[in-house]
């Protein structure tokens, strides 16, 4: 894409900061090589994009611009704690805004795979070491002393010797007019201040008082609202509707026939435009519409994992192998075979999908609960014939995500609504609307097999994987390529120390799209790839983590299971509870959860409590790190006993809450969430404290009973 | 259309709506009061709760001519300035993941601690199991509902 400038005056119309004296960014020049700390004014002659990020007034208003959006998740938060740690400044000082989308200008914003510290964070600490370092200059400077003899604190440059003080407020102009030391030192762990720290979330007090913004919250003057009837089949089109009844619902202006891009395919649907929501809500109960369904299959939930029940048989597309696992499974002293199932699921955010645009002939904006700003930035462009740098994308906060908010479709739609009508307008989704539109996470079937030596090491593995491929869902893929995710969640050691394994998938063509549901494939691969370890583990007689452990011989991997045995107790664990475990690794994280279950006096059983321990290496904020496992395994434990969408004649069947259940407050197992220390590189947050939770769940479960679950969800009541 | 007169947070509103159209959408786009969040419109997930008299209720079902001449107190309602301890408690446990549920859970909570000043386990299951978290917050409103008793009797004993 082509790259332009944003010029000083572009920027303060995107950011609102006129009063700006210092002004910084960085620049990635090409991949590999180190990111340049630039200013603002730099940028623009030299014809340069940066990803701005810090801003200072001569008044000593600070202001950090947060590239990432804030799901939940934690990153309004992590994003300003890590430059304000290299900056000097509390983070009681600055103030806290989303950037706009840009892919020119704040490098991948999408916020997914848990990237956001793991990707960023060098650059980030460097931005803000950069602008201490030339505030300290400024003042030494402006002092005459040495810029080594000044030091700075709580946004302000001291000299040491004589106590002298300056505010960042007003050294920043002069600081404006030096040049960005090239090499500038960052902090050891030890002198952290801010990062590592468990700081309360800059966010909270706005979510507590309901002055938080999402994306359903923001008005635009003159906006309409849209609400769509969409084809309830996925490939699905209008052949004629009725709009008679629809148009004499008081409000109503507008209704017309919408497209948007579902990948390859084009969803279809009606849209009733009205001067209020609920008159374009009631508009769309009143149209009578007639589908064209034909010219593709209607699939229901059995034929679906039928196709990949059966499809097993085929060798599959691999993507890793090593030795020979054919050979060596036919002569290992032990075999043992078993098939696992998980299921199609919704994302199910709290804020249903909802998108403000207003199209204005050369130029659009956006505002909306978006996880992917610069992705939408391009895709509007490139479809509705714009510069990119005349699309803005605007992000609110978002109630939830999970991957569904990362996808294009919605935006994309109210733009042509926008487009058609010539005004700002917002597309609300009913929560039915969110439920059965998809992408959804794609059902998965996993036949494992796997050899054992006489002295109960694994020899030989092999998973198959029978599932959709998202990637084969782009208009143009390559449809025989394998799944590069099928060892997605399974820890990295194993292919060291396991001779013959072979991991292949067969991909299912189907047209429900699916998409990327939190912890992507590690959230059905850990389910078999753990619950098999656990049989295997079993069959050879092995304690389940000493098994693991034996397969798992570096040193993080053993110093985290034995944290785990440590904090749960594991080894004096008792004859009338059930324990089980998992061990997983996605994002450059792992994770190791143990679950205990048992039987209660009226037979019933009970999840008592589950412990977690989350190595993600390097980390800024130990209680985010701490609620992000939590809020994983509570998502799991819905998403192991509570809920699937099935399909039924080509439609979704479960459109609400009262078909798509929900984990509630009654249903949590206490939970304890221990973080490793230790200097590795950070690895993600959000996502990787998921998959393990089932597996360790039905591996409990099968201690306790003695039966052993191999299909997601399950009834927790039917033991 | 129909003439209604609400009073939200100890204001009162003369508004016109459709007599079906539900409180939700009356608070949120004709009075502006976004933190009434909308989550299913069915009942099932308590984001929309507000207090109608005094009581919980799902705003999202019931028709504004239900609502007429009624006393409503929304999330904006509690405290402007996050002084009602229930806000304190969910700051001083960082309950809000994206926050989105979370003025429904906090009305719940409020009004559990209103009739009942030492909650036990079961109490907050039973006042709190119509609301949905999707980021998973339920151990931190549960820790964060016996904070708030806390400071509630702190502040009691006080005075």
């Not at chain 1, 040049?179 to 007090?205: A, F, M, W």
């Not at chain 1, 906060?397 to 700002?424: C, H, M, Q, W």
Request: proline share 5%; hydrophobic share 40%.
């Amino acid at each position: 894409m082509k790259t332009t400038t944003v010029t000083r005056r572009e920027f303060i119309r995107l950011t609102g900061l006129g009063s700006a004296a210092l002004a910084l960014g960085y620049y990635l020049p090409a991949a590999g090589r180190p990111a340049h700390i630039l200013k603002v004014e730099a940028a623009e002659n030299l014809g340069i994009e940066l990803n701005a990020f810090i801003f200072i007034e001569s008044s000593g208003k600070i202001t950090i611009m947060n590239h990432r959006s804030e799901m939940g998740q934690g990153a309004f938060q992590v994003v300003p704690q890590m430059i304000a740690e290299e900056l000097e400044v509390s983070l009681d000082e600055i103030n806290i805004i989303f950037a706009p989308g840009s892919q020119t200008k704040y490098g991948s914003q999408v916020t997914g795979g848990s990237s956001t510290v793991r990707g960023a964070w060098r650059h980030l600490m460097r931005m803000g070491a950069t602008a201490r370092e030339m505030l300290i200059e400024a003042a030494a400077r402006k002092w005459k002393v040495n810029a080594d003899e000044c030091y700075a604190e709580n946004a302000t440059v001291i000299h040491r010797a004589t106590g002298r003080k300056a505010t960042y407020g007003e050294l920043a102009t002069d600081a404006a007019k030096l040049e960005p030391p090239k090499n500038v030192k960052l902090k050891n762990r030890s002198e952290y201040k801010i990062v590592g720290k468990p700081l309360p979330r800059q966010d909270t007090p706005l979510k507590v008082n309901g002055t938080a913004v999402f994306g359903l919250d923001k008005k635009l003057p003159g906006m309409l609202y849209a609400a769509v009837e969409r084809n309830p089949r996925f490939l699905g089109k209008v052949k004629s509707y009725d709009d008679s009844a629809a148009r004499t619902v008081p409000g109503v202006k507008h209704v017309f026939k919408v497209q948007m891009d579902v990948f390859s395919h084009k969803r279809e649907g009606v849209a009733v435009v009205a001067d209020t929501l609920w008159a374009a809500l009631e508009g769309k109960k009143a149209l009578r519409i007639e589908w064209d369904d034909n010219g593709f299959e209607h699939y229901g939930t059995d034929q679906l994992f039928s196709l990949m029940h059966n499809s097993l048989g085929q060798p599959g597309l691999t993507q890793k192998a090593a030795g020979n696992f054919d050979a060596y499974f036919s002569k290992a002293s032990r075999k043992l075979e078993a098939v696992y199932e998980t299921p199609y699921q919704a994302h199910a955010c709290l804020e249903p999908l909802n998108c403000i645009a207003h199209f204005k002939g050369n130029s659009c904006e956006i505002w909306g609960p978006i996880q992917a700003p610069d992705w939408i930035q391009s895709d509007i462009a490139m479809k509705f014939g714009l510069k990119p740098e005349n699309v803005t994308v605007n992000m609110t906060f978002l109630g939830g995500g999970f991957g569904r908010k990362a996808f294009t479709d919605y935006t994309y739609e109210a733009v042509a609504i926008s487009k058609e009508i010539n005004a700002p307008v917002q597309v609300v989704w009913t929560r039915e609307d969110d439920l059965t539109q998809g992408p959804f996470r794609p059902g998965a079937v996993y036949e494992c097999k796997a050899g054992l030596t006489q002295q109960g090491r694994i020899s030989a593995f092999q998973v198959k994987m029978a599932a959709q491929n998202l990637n084969h869902q782009w208009p143009g893929a390559d449809t025989e390529s394998y799944n590069d995710s099928t060892t997605e969640g399974l820890p990295e050691p194993y292919l060291n120390t396991i001779p013959h394994y072979r991991f292949a998938d067969i991909p299912l063509a189907s047209p429900i799209p699916v998409m990327w549901w939190r912890s992507v494939y590690s959230s059905t691969n850990a389910f078999a790839f753990e619950s098999f370890i656990d049989e295997l583990a079993r069959a050879a007689g092995k304690d389940p983590l000493e098994f693991r452990k034996q397969h798992l011989p570096d040193e993080r991997h053993r110093l985290l299971i034995d944290r785990l045995m440590e904090v749960s107790n594991w080894k004096q664990r008792g004859q009338n509870s059930g324990y089980g475990a998992a061990v997983t690794e996605c994002f450059q994280s792992i994770v190791g959860e143990v679950v205990k279950v048992s039987r209660k006096a009226d037979g019933k059983i009970k999840i008592d409590k589950v412990w977690a321990v989350m190595d993600c290496g390097w980390y800024v904020n130990p209680d985010i790190i701490r609620a992000q496992v939590e809020g994983s395994i509570v998502m799991a434990l819905g998403a192991a006993l509570k809920h699937a969408t099935l399909f039924n004649e080509g439609k979704a069947v479960q459109r609400n809450y009262d078909t798509y259940k929900m984990p509630r407050i009654n249903e949590i197992p206490d939970i304890e969430v221990h973080i490793m220390e230790n200097d590795e590189r950070p690895g993600g947050v959000g996502e990787p404290g998921l998959p393990p939770l089932a597996p360790a769940l039905t591996n409990a479960l099968y201690d306790l009973t003695g039966k052993r679950i191999r299909k997601l969800p399950f009834n927790l009541e039917e033991f | 259309m129909a003439q209604y007169s609400l009073t939200v947070n100890n204001k009162t509103y003369q508004i016109e709506a459709d007599a079906r159209m539900p409180l939700l959408w009356v608070i949120r786009e004709i009075i502006g009061l976004t933190g009434t969040k909308y989550g299913c419109g069915i009942a099932q997930c308590g984001a929309c709760t507000v207090h109608l008299n005094g009581n919980p209720v799902r705003s999202c079902s019931i028709p504004v001519s239900a609502a007429n001449n009624q006393k409503i107190i929304t999330i904006e309602g509690l405290s402007a300035d996050n002084s009602h301890p229930v806000q304190q408690a969910w700051i001083m446990e960082q309950v809000p993941q994206c926050g989105y549920c979370q003025s429904g859970q906090i009305l719940a909570a409020a009004h559990l601690l209103s009739r009942n000043p030492n909650p036990t386990d079961a109490d907050i299951d039973r006042a709190m199991m119509g609301h949905i978290c999707r980021c998973g917050t339920y151990p931190r409103i549960r820790k964060a509902i016996k904070t708030a008793a806390r400071l509630m009797q702190q502040k009691a004993s006080v005075k």
